[in-house]
């Protein structure tokens, strides 16, 4: 009961204050060299060229059947681009990366041994940074620095207001307390909470390589379609010009409690499965057929408690641009 407490207080700061949260198991590589940005824009779904110094975007790398192998933030700082993305994946990225690197100035390594990453999420977030004396910058993923190396980026994970701190490894222990200073550290189980509710996926749980970006309702954050080439871009062009995919990302109001696995039905006929989930007030998402994703849609997942009723939400990805 403590416990289920003290993720209710955590959700709140999340939701309607501030937190911050240790997120240094996440990936980080960076890429050097002159033709890192034209290298990485034939890599990924986004427009690399276009991002001046210091600007950010959100972008997927998939391969040439458009099935996603990862997703990830892209910044252009002065001398390199820093990519940010989902815990494990470092090797697999960089393995992918280097196997196209053929004649290009580009050098690949990963940074996660030297810079750590703590992220500061909620609409009071900006406040929490200026107490501590620390840039804010404005635009969605733009970055700022300090003297210090310390890079922030606006980054509203939570899609209610956000920075994330890239922070020498040796410096970790000193920002650590003086952010539990200016705003109460959080885990995962809130932070989670606040994602499943506010409908964003991540990669490895909701997203797999069995999917396609536009499966996840990642058109508008993370694909171009004026870029040009880049690996698996036939497939997601032709996705745009000739149909739709046939199952995609939904949110879930639940009326009872349901895990992760558990099948979702459409008038008795399975149609997804459940990738995460929540509870008080129960909710999930999962990737289900287009037959039934509309908003409103009856649905039923079947729990190992029995039947559960459940209706699709909306998609809310238009708050987060």
Known sequence: MRRMQVVEQEFTALTEGAGWLDQSDRSRLCLLGADRARFLHGQVTNDINSLGEFTGCYAALVNAKGKMESDLFAYQLAD????????????DV???LERYVIAEDV???D???HFGLLTVQGPQA?????ELDLPAPTEPLSVAHTEEEIYIVHQPRLGTGGFDLFIPIDAMNAWRERLATAAPQCQMSAFEKARVLATIPRFGVDLTTDHLPPEGGLEARAISYAKGC???QEIIARIRTYGKVNKVLRGLSLEGAAAVGDSVLHEGTPVGTLSSVCHEPNAALAIIK???CESGTVLSVATKNGSVPAQVATLPFEKFQ
């Open 80 to 91: 390199e681009i820093l990519l940010d993305f989902e815990p494990g994946l470092t090797a």
């Open 94 to 96: 960089q393995a992918r």
């Open 107 to 109: 050098e690949i390594a």
């Open 111 to 113: 940074v996660a041994p």
């Open 126 to 130: 900006t406040a929490v940074l200026t």
């Open 230 to 232: 880049y690996i698996g």
């Open 290 to 292: 287009r037959t039934a």
